[in-house]
T-cell receptor, first 113, second 113 residues
């Protein structure tokens, strides 16, 4: 069964700290790995997408890596800010990409001023 | 700007009623999806459609129905057969041109009264 696990479930850090969110997946036939942000009561905002042929992607203060051999992805957030507080979700797609994403349950991040 | 519009934002259903959630996109994406989000359970796939006039069941399709008569529209009907419909419903779309990166709508919160 295809599963995606995110650890930790919640994380609280002081402003300015660099942090890493972890994501592990069981299906090695990965098509892509996507990271999203969700604010309370809102939809999901796409942050980064890593194709199976790539090792990492960067956008501003965010960097996501992909290691297919170990079934892991990490989201690195540099110089965290209170506005980064949200739930971060990772999701894996397989089978050509268009069929479905399997989501982890998310990491709830709180950045304290 | 292109995007996905879900309506209504909040919906209340009486016992035994069918209700329809709207999802419209102007992104010219071929694939569309419906997910359900419950606290502590993450996002679960209800139905998806890769092309007009075709759709497939996801992991939790029982008690739901969909149609895909137009590329832009993918409405979801929650039938009276769905015994626990209270949840946050998210619609998404994707396209091969963007490596099947997902774009999400802002969601509909359905409550049974």
């Amino acid at each position: 069964k295809q599963e995606v696990t995110q650890i930790p479930a919640a994380l609280s850090v002081p402003e300015g700290e660099n942090l890493v969110l972890n994501c592990s997946f069981t299906d090695s036939a990965i098509y892509n790995l996507q990271w999203f942000r969700q604010d309370p009561g809102k939809g999901l905002t796409s942050l980064l997408l890593i194709q199976s042929s790539q090792r990492e992607q960067t956008s501003g203060r965010l960097n996501a890596s992909l290691d297919k051999s170990s079934g892991r992805s990490t989201l690195y957030i540099a110089a965290s800010q209170p506005g980064d507080s949200a739930t971060y979700l990772c999701a894996e797609s397989t089978q050509g990409g268009s069929e479905k994403l399997v989501f982890g349950k998310g990491t709830k991040l709180t950045v304290n001023p | 700007d292109g995007g996905i519009t879900q309506s209504p934002k909040y919906l209340f259903r009486k016992e035994g009623q069918n209700v329809t959630l709207s999802c419209e996109q102007n992104l010219n994406h071929d694939a569309m999806y419906w997910y359900r989000q419950d606290p502590g359970q993450g996002l679960r796939l209800i139905y998806y459609s890769q092309i007009v006039n075709d759709f497939q069941k996801g992991d939790i399709a029982e008690g739901y129905s969909v149609s895909r008569e137009k590329k832009e529209s993918f409405p979801l009907t929650v039938t009276s057969a769905q015994k626990n419909p209270t949840a946050f419903y998210l619609c998404a779309s994707s396209t091969r041109d963007r490596n099947y990166g997902y774009t999400f709508g802002s969601g509909t919160r359905l409550t049974v009264v």
